[in-house]
């Protein structure tokens, strides 16, 4: 079970003993999409789904969701969130939109659980709120794009492939 933080030396799920730690400013930055019809894409930017501004309500759950990553993922630490932004942007060439969330934090943990939990949580709202009119939207290509910040430093991923 050699790396794998969250395992005991029996194999055992354990939640990693951050005390020993220094207390550092820590970012995280996560991507991700909800694929759709440019039909319904059009409905979601000109602001005429039935459930109102999809864009809007879907930033506002990124949010929240951020905020409530420990009691979702049961190994998390609950973390002083000292920062979150979600941007949701239309992509034509996708079609759909982009989701981007960056979070921040002063502690001995990361913020990468929280960056991920907010873009996931606003894809899966973006699906809540315009499924009337497209159940055959796609949410993908979530993952971690930036994280900096403690022991183990700066991590940016490689562009994401195009499709």
Do not use: N, W
């Not at 993922?73 to 034509?92: F, M, N, Q």
């Not at 009337?132 to 490689?158: F, N, P, Q, T």
């Amino acid at each position: 079970m050699t790396g794998l933080t969250h395992f005991d030396a029996k194999g055992d799920a354990h939640m990693v003993d951050v005390s020993g730690k220094d207390v550092t400013a820590r970012m995280a930055v996560a991507a991700g999409h909800v694929r759709m019809t440019p039909e319904t894409l059009a409905l979601v930017v000109e602001g005429r789904a039935k459930k109102g501004d999809v864009m809007g309500v879907a930033r506002l759950a990124g949010i929240m969701g951020a905020k409530k990553t420990a009691d979702l993922i049961p190994l998390c630490h609950p973390l002083p969130v000292t920062s979150v932004a979600v941007e949701i942007t239309p992509d034509d060439t996708l079609p759909g939109l982009r989701i981007e969330a960056t979070v921040k934090t002063t502690g001995q943990t990361g913020v990468e659980m929280e960056a991920l939990t907010a873009v996931s949580t606003a894809a899966l709202t973006i699906y809540d709120m315009v499924k009337a009119v497209e159940k055959g939207m796609e949410i993908g290509g979530i993952r971690l794009v930036l994280k900096d910040g403690g022991k183990s430093g700066r991590y940016e991923a490689l562009p994401e492939a195009p499709r």
